[in-house]
């Protein structure tokens, strides 16, 4: 098992950004979860807490928690001193928000589809905002300007689009599952810009070190997700044969607290 900094690391590098969520994260799987923990899980849980705090800055928790407490995502016992701590409804639509899951069920319709967009420089925190609704769409960029998504934008780009005023001209194409652009086969494309090889790698990597007789364990829940986070959920159909996502997906589960 690796160093919990190290997870800790991973995951402040994906998904988990601010020590606000982080925090946020690890209280609810920590603390807040509702499962039934054996007493060597919670032996494990207070070594791993030990090894947060020691790795995180203790102020920087101390303001986190109190910034969790002001917004109402979660409440706090009035003796101080405690972590007795509720989650809110506010703070669990943040932890589904914030914490990917895997999609089991992707529904293709067999096509994958080109974005091209010309939208003015002078509103480009607007182009910036464009990018990031494509990459929620599993979309991956070709080129400057130019993204590819196996799932159909259109409903969600015109709403988008609508929504936030975003000027300029945006292009949906798309191409069937037997074309193919230049030399490369449809399949090859996919796997060269959606780095499905290093995809692979990293989710083989978890499966060798949290082996299924690890232990159910935060590090092992974090390193899990850091990776999913990254991971476009592409339809099964695109993924190269043996791809080893679901088996990662089992591996989670059989560790989860």
């Known amino acids: 098992m690796p ?15 601010s020590t ?4 946020l994260v690890m209280l609810y799987f920590m603390i807040l979860l509702p499962s039934k923990k054996t007493p060597l899980d919670i032996l494990r849980l207070q070594e791993e ?6 790795t995180t800055n203790y102020d920087s928790i101390k303001s986190a928690l109190y910034h969790l407490t002001r917004t109402g995502l979660v409440t706090r016992s009035k003796k101080r001193l405690t972590l007795d701590v509720t989650l809110s409804k506010e703070g669990q639509k943040h932890i589904d928000k914030i914490v990917p899951k895997y999609r089991s069920i992707r529904p293709w319709d067999g096509h994958v589809y080109l974005i091209s ?12 905002f464009l990018r990031d609704i494509i990459r929620s769409l599993s979309g991956a960029k070709l080129q400057e ?4 998504t196996p799932y159909n934008p259109t409903t969600i780009l015109k709403a988008e689009v609508a929504t936030h005023a975003i000027p300029g001209n945006i292009l949906i194409s798309n191409l069937g599952i037997g074309g193919s652009i230049g030399e490369e ?6 796997a060269r810009v959606y780095t499905l090889n290093i995809l692979e790698k990293r989710y083989l990597k978890y499966l060798e070190v949290f082996p ?13 997700l850091s990776i999913l986070h990254d991971d476009p959920q592409l339809p099964f159909e695109l993924l190269p044969p043996n791809f080893p996502d679901k088996r990662a997906y089992a591996r989670y589960l059989s560790l989860h607290l």
Request: glycine share 4%; net charge neutral.
């Open 49 to 54: 807490a030990h090894d947060f705090i020691g």
């Open 145 to 148: 300007s130019l993204y590819m």
């Open 185 to 190: 086969s449809l399949g090859d494309l996919v």
């Open 212 to 224: 299924a007789s690890s232990a159910p364990s935060v590090s092992a829940m974090l390193s899990y």
């Open 117 to 128: 967009y010309d939208i003015p420089t002078k509103v480009n925190y607007k182009r910036n």
């Open 20 to 23: 606000t969520d982080l925090t």
């Open 3 to 17: 160093p919990f900094s190290k997870v800790l690391k991973d995951t402040t590098e994906s998904f988990l950004r």
